[in-house]
């Protein structure tokens, strides 16, 4: 920023080289007191612009920092927002009645009077969980815009004014001087050329060590630039099709997960839409989310015919896996007992090939023999017992008392 206008940092140096390699300041006779006079009303001038200007920019840096602050403040209250209505579709999808969001239904937690034609009354049509989600996502971006178009506002404004406060400083270090030598004798050194020329000399160093400063950051992004290129060029080698081994693979693991997703009663849609994405080899169905699309329920079955279905698939092709699974009580969600029957006897085949599924559940030690049937399974009572047991006796790292 030169005299308010940005200037490339090659015309810069040129300037400030020029500007140092003056000839040293001549005697204040040569100069003339006249001359002297009028650098002084043109400086002091100059002063009172700059000054005014500064104060300007200062007060636009002010207003830009406090309308991001202002931003800050917003985004944060947008993203809790957000997420508590995220919270509320979960809880949703998990089951919950949605007549906790209807006045009409409920009564007030205090007092237990009804809620119905409180203040109000109808209020009218009012926006879903979903679309007050899409609405908070909308004025999120919408913010988040506002709030980078201030953030450079800001920063513009704060590299116009240290530039501004720079000039004022040798603005006023250069009237100091002529006013020296408006009251020296002839026969000394101009104490403004004198000034002028340091002047030069410290901003020709301070752009100096500026520049190769940059030049320093430019460099390592090149190098950075470098490493990215070659990366990339190592992608573009690697083959662009899928192996058939992996084809086969994913083939199995999602006609497994098919079989138990039938067999352990799927019922939000048809089994045959889920599939197993080729990126990500996740449970997916085309278009919609599994984790919010399907009932609570579902969702159970899905993970555990996910996560068995890759037990079985590692076992037969002899892949790299532990071949133990363990599932804290897979019939949450009211998984009713046939299909948790399917479920259990389903799990139980793991040890026909030397594999160990461990499955906690509330129910009787009766029950689940039933349930089992002639299943090679192994129930475990525990009764009141719990697993982990709090430490009795004296522990040795103790300090003894008294």
Excluded at 24 to 51: F, N, W
């Amino acid at each position: 920023m030169v005299d308010e206008q940005w200037t490339s940092d090659g015309e810069v140096l040129r300037t400030l080289q020029e500007a140092a390699a003056t000839t040293p300041a001549q005697q204040v006779a040569e100069v003339g007191y006249d001359l002297i006079s009028q650098h002084l009303a043109d400086q002091e001038a100059e002063l009172m612009r700059l000054t005014t200007m500064a104060k300007i920019v200062e007060q636009n840096l002010s207003l830009n920092e406090r309308q991001v602050a202002i931003l800050d403040g917003r985004i944060a209250a947008l993203t809790d927002e957000k997420a508590k209505n995220q919270d509320i579709k979960t809880l949703l999808r998990l089951g919950a009645s949605s007549d906790i969001f209807d006045l009409d239904a409920v009564d007030c937690p205090t007092c237990h009077q009804p809620l119905s034609n409180v203040e109000a009354g109808s209020v009218g049509p009012i926006l879903d969980v979903d679309a007050t989600i899409s609405l908070l996502s909308s004025q999120l971006r919408t913010f988040e815009e506002m709030r980078r178009q201030a953030q450079k506002a800001a920063i513009e404004s704060r590299v116009s004014y240290k530039a501004i406060q720079r000039a004022v400083d040798i603005h006023r270090m250069e009237i100091r001087a002529l006013r020296v030598d408006l009251v020296v004798p002839e026969d000394f050194p101009s104490a403004g050329g004198i000034a002028k020329q340091v002047a030069a000399e410290m901003r020709l160093s301070e752009f100096t060590r500026a520049r190769e400063s940059v030049q320093d950051l430019l460099s390592e992004m090149q190098d950075l630039a470098n490493s990215i290129l070659e990366v990339r060029i190592e992608l573009l080698d690697l083959p662009s099709v899928i192996p058939q081994d992996d084809y086969r693979r994913r083939d199995l693991l999602q006609k497994a997960m098919r079989e138990q997703l039938t067999d352990f009663g799927f019922s939000s849609y048809t089994a045959a839409l889920v599939s197993i994405d080729e990126e990500t080899l996740r449970p997916e169905r085309e278009g919609l989310n599994i984790d919010t699309d399907a009932s609570a329920s579902d969702v159970v079955r899905t993970k555990i015919a996910y996560l068995n279905g890759i037990r079985e698939v590692a076992g037969l092709l002899d892949a790299q896996h532990p071949g133990f699974l363990m599932l804290d009580e897979p019939r949450q969600h009211e998984l009713d007992e046939d299909h948790f029957r399917a479920t259990l006897r389903r799990l139980a085949q793991c040890s026909l090939v030397g594999d160990q599924v461990i499955a906690t559940s509330a129910a009787s030690v009766d029950a689940l023999s039933v349930m089992l049937g002639s299943a090679p399974a192994n129930v475990i009572d525990l009764g009141g017992e719990r697993l982990i047991k709090p430490i009795t006796g004296a522990d040795p790292m103790d300090f003894a008392r008294g």
